[in-house]
């Protein structure tokens, strides 16, 4: 039963084009979505969040879109460096953080 | 320094043993979070505790079960380990039980 999907397990850009990192859920009750960035032999550390209330979140290169009417999110990453090289996981939120859900992650690899 | 960190980074043990990991976390955080990660990547949450509550997942069995100290931290002990319990093991914090949490580097468990 996993309700959060990241159906691409790797992309590979160029660097300083744009990174899609996309993420799809089944739950519609799912209220707060976050992105985390996972390195090497590293725990995920917090990228960016957004919640249901909004559709669109930016910070810097990054920026994350919603679409609940399709349940989908996607993180965009402009213009991408090597360093963001990483595991991205998308993660959804119900009633309270016990119920927080993880989609298998991404591997992003950018080329220099 | 450290904010959320786990001992050991690797655990190597035969079927049957009991075993323990640690996690001690400085953020001044109220609660903690184990998370096991599966073979096919996905973040799946055990536990989550803060001074009130332990609330488990009805997944988790129960030869796992967490011990909390003090509020700093969250031990995960394992009794009469299975090949299947083989996986890396996160423990992350909160404040608040609020929406971002932050990660330990993980436990690398492997049962022979």
């Known amino acids: 039963d996993q309700q959060v999907k990241q159906n691409s397990p790797s992309l590979s850009v160029q660097e300083g084009r744009i990174s899609i990192l996309n993420c799809d859920y089944t739950?519609?009750?799912?209220?707060?979505f976050l992105w985390y960035k996972k390195y090497p032999a590293e725990g995920p550390t917090f990228l960016i969040s957004?919640?249901?209330?909004?559709d669109k979140n930016e910070d810097g290169r990054f920026t994350v879109f919603l679409n609940k009417s399709a349940k989908h999110l996607s993180l965009h990453i402009v213009p991408s460096q090597p360093g963001d090289s990483a595991v991205y996981f998308c993660?959804?939120?119900?009633?309270?953080?016990?119920?927080?859900?993880f989609g298998a992650g991404t591997r992003l690899t950018v080329k220099p | 320094d450290t904010a959320v960190s786990q001992t050991p980074k690797y655990l190597v043990t035969q079927m049957g043993n009991d075993k323990s990991i640690k996690c001690e976390q400085n953020?001044?955080?109220?609660?903690m979070y184990w998370y096991k990660q599966d073979s096919k990547k996905f973040l799946k949450i055990m536990f989550s505790?803060?001074?009130?509550?332990?609330?488990i997942n009805e997944t988790v069995p129960n030869r796992f079960s967490p011990k909390s100290p003090d509020k700093a931290h969250l031990n995960l002990h394992i009794n009469s380990l299975e090949l299947g319990d083989s996986a890396v093991y996160f423990c992350a914090s909160s404040q608040n039980s609020g929406n971002i949490q932050y990660f330990g580097a993980g436990t690398r468990l492997s049962v022979l």
């Open positions: 957004i919640s249901s209330i909004k």
């Open positions: 993660a959804a939120r119900g009633d309270n953080n016990n119920d927080m859900r």
């Open positions: 505790y803060n001074n009130k509550e332990l609330i």
């Open positions: 953020l001044g955080h109220d609660t």
């Open positions: 739950n519609s009750m799912f209220d707060y």
